[in-house]
């Protein structure tokens, strides 16, 4: 995965349901051109199909992520927070 080298800036925290429990978001990452407003209105705008979790121990970094699967099949990192897993 490539490190998250946007700014990265706290945002009102909210959930979306993912497979295997609810990811509670708690930063963005922003592109240049780009602000908070417009990263979570993209992030809930897409389908759940497209949003890929990854933990903390499996990306790197000191935060679970979500990151956005495109059209060419690759992986852009749009959000750091918190995975709550069904039953724990």
Same mark, same amino acid.
Request: include cysteine; charged fraction near 20%; charge should be negative.
């Given at each position: 995965? @490539? #490190?998250?080298? !946007? #700014?990265?800036?706290? $945002? @009102?925290?909210? %959930?979306?349901? $993912? $497979?295997?429990?609810?990811?509670?978001?708690?930063?963005?990452? =922003? #592109?240049? /051109?780009?602000?908070?407003?417009? +990263?979570?209105?993209? +992030?809930?705008? &897409?389908?759940?199909?497209?949003?890929?979790?990854? *933990?903390? %121990?499996?990306?790197?970094? &000191? %935060?679970?992520? =979500?990151? +956005? +699967?495109?059209?060419?099949?690759?992986?852009? $990192?749009?959000? =750091? /927070? !918190?995975?709550? *897993?069904?039953?724990?």
């Amino acid at each position: 995965m @490539e #490190p998250v080298d !946007s #700014p990265r800036t706290p $945002v @009102e925290k909210f %959930s979306l349901p $993912v $497979v295997g429990g609810t990811f509670v978001v708690a930063e963005v990452v =922003l #592109p240049p /051109g780009q602000n908070a407003g417009q +990263i979570v209105d993209s +992030i809930r705008s &897409q389908p759940m199909e497209r949003w890929l979790v990854m *933990t903390a %121990s499996e990306n790197g970094l &000191q %935060s679970d992520a =979500l990151a +956005i +699967i495109n059209d060419a099949f690759e992986c852009q $990192v749009v959000a =750091l /927070g !918190s995975l709550r *897993t069904e039953g724990g």
